[in-house]
């Protein structure tokens, strides 16, 4: 029996589109906010920054596979500490292939009073803490 290579290959064609979704669906993925998974070096700070000048803190998040994407981060001030909450958004319902995936959650922080202040970062899986020192400018 002699095969047909263009039947082969509208067959191979036809299950790629099905595994890759191919049928065209006017609903949108279903997508689910989440805490992020910090990572082990979830983020670095100095030891000290200057009162009123912003500070950028960068916090890495990982998650198990390729159907995550970077969500906001919010970040709640209380008279000595920064609560920042880094967000992915999941989508439950889709095929994804990429095993693991890094994030960057990006916010600026200013504190206007001296003093030592805790920078906390909540995340899914772990709370991570560091003291910070704000100081003021010597003229």
């Excluded at 006017?26 to 689910?32: F, I, K, M, S, Y």
């Excluded at 920064?82 to 319902?93: D, L, Q, T």
Aim: charged letters at 25%.
């Amino acid at each position: 029996m002699r095969k047909n290579p263009l039947a082969i290959a509208g067959v191979c064609i036809g299950l790629l589109a099905a595994c890759s979704g191919g049928t065209e669906s006017t609903e949108p993925l279903a997508r689910v906010r989440e805490a992020a998974r910090l990572s082990t070096r979830a983020f670095v700070l100095p030891d000290s920054v200057e009162r009123g000048k912003p500070l950028t803190l960068r916090i890495e998040s990982v998650a198990g596979d390729g159907c995550y994407e970077v969500g906001e981060t919010t970040v709640d001030f209380t008279a000595r500490a920064a609560i920042v909450r880094p967000y992915w958004y999941h989508y439950p319902n889709a095929v994804c292939t990429q095993a693991l995936q890094s994030f960057e959650h990006v916010v600026t922080l200013q504190f206007p009073e001296e003093g030592d202040v805790t920078i906390r970062v909540v995340g899914a899986q772990a709370l991570v803490e560091r003291r910070i020192r704000v100081y003021r400018r010597s003229s």
